[in-house]
């Protein structure tokens, strides 16, 4: 009796709370990661502004190139399997970093960090979204929502503070969470019984066995706003920082704080996402996300003082957790090849920061912050126009009973 209690917490642990470990360990990675290369570039290697602008935009755009063409080279793996090998490949990458000393190869580790992570966060969101579907999947990916983006939350605090007491700190620590995040995985694949069990399939060309979900053709719709909405987000953290301190007057700690509420009220959001169903395969709350995002952009001008722009952060905030939201959750609904649904919504994503961060950058060197955010709402209500010509051309697909043949 006693070895069946000691054995049973193991038992009750699931590829769910491994997963959402696996997200918060590669958030706090990402987020100390980012800021710390920063600092670190500079410091050590002595880059310009533009070498690390290039140094970023070169992650950015080898993800989104490796998930459509490295990721699908490991199909033949299953998603834990696939999630091993990125692991490995990061943390090499980190190792190589720190033990060279040499300027380009820091650029070419990046890209090799970032094929590794082609393979890290499609295969980790395929492997949660194994056999779910509606209420059930939601609610799994608000748990994993709201784990890394708490990871998200902390990463850049602890990325300065251990940047302010040495260069290279941020880059150990983030090796060294790759190694706890390999022992997760090791740990639980060889004694978790509900682990070692789970044989998911594997993602290659085949169909999957996942459970039939109302085929939706919304993920367009979706797609388009996870695109526009975390554009505007990447314009207002590549110019409100500035905007805040040259024109505002306002301390850089509070800048700080300003964004840091835009972050904690993104994980309510996923949690508030998570517990309501009444978005889902709704075309209306799609383009809903976009009108407001417009009129957030247009108020935020208007924000000068620090209560008028706490609102606008918060809803900011609720608005990337929900385009985020929505377009995971309608790239998995009815999609037989998951994983490469989920790999176009990692690319929605990506390239809306790298487009608003560089948009962002030009906009405010040769306009304002207030032209930049006004021509940006203008972009996102005319994507709103589009999203519902296309909302309204996939309900009228499923009304008639069309089933999706788009090869997800």
């Known amino acids: 009796m006693s070895t069946r209690f000691r054995r049973l917490p193991r038992a009750l642990i699931g590829r769910t709370a491994v997963i959402c470990a696996l997200a918060f360990c590669g958030m706090l990675v990402a987020g100390a990661w980012a800021i710390g290369m920063t600092y670190y570039l500079r410091e050590v290697h002595s880059a310009t502004g533009i070498e ?3 140094f970023f935009a070169l992650w950015a755009v080898t993800y989104v190139v490796s998930c459509h063409l490295v990721r699908p080279r490991f199909d033949r793996l299953r998603p834990k399997q696939a999630v091993a090998v990125g692991i490995a490949v990061m943390f090499c990458a980190k190792a190589v970093v720190l033990t060279s000393g040499v300027f380009w190869v820091a650029y070419a580790c990046n890209a090799v960090y970032a094929m590794g992570a082609s393979l890290y966060w499609p295969m980790l969101m395929t492997w949660l979204a194994r056999k779910r579907i509606g209420v059930g999947l939601s609610r799994r990916m608000s748990l994993y929502n709201v784990c890394w983006s ?16 040495e ?13 706890v995040a390999a022992a997760i995985l090791l740990g639980a694949m060889l004694f978790l019984p509900r682990i070692r069990a789970d044989r998911s399939f594997k993602t290659g060309g085949r169909k999957t066995s996942s459970p039939r979900d109302p085929a939706t053709r919304l993920r367009y719709a979706a797609w388009l706003g996870a695109f526009l909405t975390f554009a505007a987000i990447g314009v207002v953290a590549r110019m409100f920082p500035l905007w805040g301190t040259e024109v505002l007057g306002l301390e850089k700690t509070t800048v700080g704080w300003l ?41 935020i001008v208007f924000a000068r003082a620090i209560p008028a722009l706490l609102p606008v952060m918060f809803v900011l905030g609720l608005l990337q957790a929900a385009a985020y939201f929505a377009s995971m959750f309608h790239s998995t609904a009815g999609a037989e090849r998951r994983a490469a649904a989920l790999a176009v919504h990692e690319t929605m994503l990506n390239l809306g920061l790298l487009t608003g961060g560089i948009v962002g950058g ?6 304002t912050f207030e032209h930049g955010c006004v021509l940006f709402a203008a972009l996102v209500l005319i994507g709103a126009a589009v999203q519902t010509w296309v909302c309204h051309w996939a309900d009228g697909l499923e009304g008639r009973g069309t089933r999706a043949q788009d090869g997800f």
């Open 362 to 367: 030009l906009l405010y060197q040769v306009l």
């Open 150 to 165: 708490a990871g998200a939350t902390i990463s850049p605090f602890l990325g300065a503070w251990l940047s302010q007491i």
């Open 167 to 179: 260069p290279a700190l941020p880059l150990y620590f983030s090796a060294g969470m790759w190694i």
């Open 52 to 54: 690390i602008g290039c």
């Open 259 to 299: 964004l840091l509420v835009r972050t904690l009220f993104l994980s309510l959001g996923f949690a508030a996402m998570g517990a309501a169903v009444f978005w889902h395969y709704n075309s209306r709350f799609l383009v809903g996300i976009l009108l407001v995002l417009g009129a957030a952009l247009i108020a």
